[in-house]
């Protein structure tokens, strides 16, 4: 095993995964995201998130930014539709301080009025930004679509009126409604001994209340095909494809992965790009994702291209998602995807704080942290009879949805 747990006496829990570096990564992963919003309140998470470093009990907002920056530290979060995400990444002498800093907005944050209307007017901005980039908003739009009716298809950051409506009530119930501590992993990666962390840790987060509130997560229900069309003041046409997939309960997850991987992924010779891109030279960016979540997920394709090219991009599209649904990938292709995939897997270990986030996922949602050589196992037994069936379900063209941007005609 190469890390270590302890839980707590408030229920949070303490990942620690040695490393002999000068360079320590620090996060507090909480299982809360905006899927937990209620009806009528998209984007309070992300709210809440930027709230956080508007000041605490003891510190104005200054001061919790100048805390670690001040000794070259970095400090940032983030939040997406089921975690929110504090990290820091430091020099080993200032573990205490990160712990210290990370406890105390986390938890003492005291949610200025000024500051709540003061951080509005930001939110909005980044919005707007967001809405000027057609690769981002088609992504939201897509899954607004996708899962219609259901808080998995809201936005992440909102949107202006429902911004705009948000005061510190929401704000304070949304915190006690799912920020359970049971739910919460402080997660660090270093050159320390176990005892330390523990010592920091308990030092820092003892006192905070166990807060047992379950939160009820309801499962989207499966919307039907769609096929839509936008026009939008942008000079190419941006086009995502997919539809719903396994959630990362779900053994198949490997087996769609490594698809994924094999027909979109951020390689050079994945066969997306080599066939749009390399051979034809119809799209600059063409990739495909999928996105496991805990009782649902999204399988997309996405391309920007000009307008007239955009119908050659879907067939050449469908024409390779009807090979992987027609033939079974030969021995030495599934063994070559294989060794590619294990290789990234094995190359993305390098960075720590991307690694350590993923461990600490992993401990919130499974209870348990896969070693690499599991998890490359569960690759090894992946055969070509299971990945024929899931491109058959996944990729059947009867629940491949479209949503495509297109130039405003003059």
Same mark, same amino acid.
Do not use: W
């Given at each position: 095993?190469?890390?270590?747990?302890?839980?707590?006496?408030?229920?949070?829990?303490?990942?620690?995964?040695?490393?002999?570096?000068?360079?320590?990564?620090?996060?507090?992963?909480?299982?809360?995201?905006?899927?937990?919003?209620?009806?009528?309140?998209?984007?309070?998470?992300?709210?809440?998130?930027?709230?956080?470093?508007?000041?605490?009990?003891?510190?104005?907002?200054?001061?919790?930014?100048?805390?670690?920056?001040?000794?070259?530290?970095?400090?940032?979060?983030?939040?997406?539709?089921?975690?929110?995400?504090?990290?820091?990444?430091?020099?080993?002498?200032?573990?205490?301080?990160?712990?210290?800093?990370?406890?105390?907005?986390?938890?003492?944050?005291?949610?200025?009025?000024?500051?709540?209307?003061?951080?509005?007017?930001?939110?909005?901005?980044?919005?707007?930004?967001?809405?000027?980039?057609?690769?981002?908003?088609? %992504?939201?739009? &897509?899954?607004?679509?996708?899962?219609? =009716?259901?808080? #998995?298809?809201? @936005?992440? /950051? *909102?949107?202006?009126?429902?911004?705009?409506?948000?005061?510190?009530?929401?704000?304070?119930?949304?915190?006690?409604?799912?920020?359970?501590?049971?739910?919460?992993?402080?997660?660090?990666?270093?050159?320390?001994?176990?005892?330390?962390?523990?010592?920091?840790?308990?030092?820092?987060?003892?006192?905070?209340?166990?807060?047992?509130?379950?939160?009820?997560?309801?499962?989207?229900?499966?919307?039907?095909?769609?096929?839509?069309?936008?026009?939008?003041?942008?000079?190419?046409?941006?086009?995502?494809?997919?539809?719903? %997939?396994?959630? &990362?309960?779900?053994?198949?997850?490997? =087996?769609?992965? #490594?698809?994924? @991987?094999? /027909? *979109?992924?951020?390689?050079?010779?994945?066969?997306?790009?080599?066939?749009?891109?390399?051979?034809?030279?119809?799209?600059?960016?063409?990739?495909?994702?999928?996105?496991?979540?805990?009782?649902?997920?999204?399988?997309?394709?996405?391309?920007?291209?000009?307008?007239?090219?955009?119908?050659?991009?879907?067939?050449?599209?469908?024409?390779?998602?009807?090979?992987?649904?027609?033939?079974?990938?030969?021995?030495?292709?599934?063994?070559?995807?294989?060794?590619?995939?294990?290789?990234?897997?094995?190359?993305?270990?390098?960075?720590?704080?991307?690694?350590?986030?993923?461990?600490?996922?992993?401990?919130?949602?499974?209870?348990?942290?896969?070693?690499?050589?599991?998890?490359?196992?569960?690759?090894?037994?992946?055969?070509?009879?299971?990945?024929?069936?899931?491109?058959?379900?996944?990729?059947?063209?009867?629940?491949?949805?479209?949503?495509?941007?297109?130039?405003?005609?003059?």
């Amino acid at each position: 095993m190469d890390h270590e747990v302890y839980t707590l006496k408030n229920g949070i829990r303490l990942l620690f995964k040695y490393a002999n570096s000068p360079i320590s990564h620090c996060c507090l992963l909480i299982n809360t995201g905006s899927r937990d919003e209620k009806p009528g309140e998209p984007g309070l998470a992300h709210f809440i998130e930027h709230l956080l470093f508007k000041g605490t009990k003891t510190r104005n907002t200054n001061q919790i930014l100048n805390r670690l920056e001040i000794v070259g530290a970095d400090l940032n979060a983030y939040t997406t539709k089921e975690y929110t995400c504090l990290h820091s990444s430091f020099l080993n002498e200032y573990l205490e301080r990160t712990i210290d800093l990370l406890a105390d907005i986390a938890f003492n944050s005291v949610f200025p009025e000024n500051e709540i209307e003061k951080e509005k007017g930001v939110i909005i901005d980044e919005i707007l930004s967001y809405e000027d980039q057609p690769e981002e908003a088609i %992504a939201d739009e &897509f899954e607004n679509i996708l899962f219609k =009716g259901h808080t #998995l298809g809201e @936005n992440i /950051l *909102g949107t202006r009126e429902s911004v705009l409506k948000f005061n510190k009530k929401d704000v304070l119930d949304f915190l006690e409604k799912n920020y359970n501590t049971s739910e919460i992993v402080l997660a660090v990666c270093g050159n320390y001994k176990f005892s330390r962390i523990l010592k920091k840790a308990e030092k820092y987060l003892n006192h905070i209340p166990e807060n047992t509130h379950k939160k009820q997560r309801i499962k989207p229900i499966q919307n039907q095909h769609f096929n839509i069309e936008l026009a939008k003041p942008i000079n190419q046409t941006h086009l995502i494809m997919g539809g719903t %997939a396994y959630s &990362f309960y779900d053994a198949r997850k490997y =087996g769609l992965s #490594l698809l994924n @991987n094999l /027909l *979109g992924g951020s390689f050079m010779s994945s066969r997306l790009n080599l066939e749009i891109r390399e051979k034809r030279g119809i799209a600059y960016t063409i990739e495909s994702n999928y996105i496991p979540l805990s009782d649902t997920g999204i399988f997309s394709i996405y391309f920007g291209t000009d307008a007239e090219k955009a119908n050659k991009a879907i067939k050449l599209i469908h024409k390779e998602l009807k090979k992987l649904r027609d033939q079974k990938l030969g021995l030495l292709q599934l063994e070559q995807a294989k060794k590619r995939f294990i290789g990234q897997i094995a190359l993305s270990e390098e960075n720590r704080m991307a690694v350590l986030i993923s461990m600490a996922k992993s401990l919130v949602d499974f209870d348990y942290i896969d070693s690499l050589d599991e998890v490359f196992s569960k690759i090894n037994n992946i055969n070509t009879e299971g990945l024929l069936e899931i491109s058959n379900e996944i990729f059947d063209i009867n629940r491949l949805s479209n949503l495509s941007f297109v130039p405003e005609k003059e």
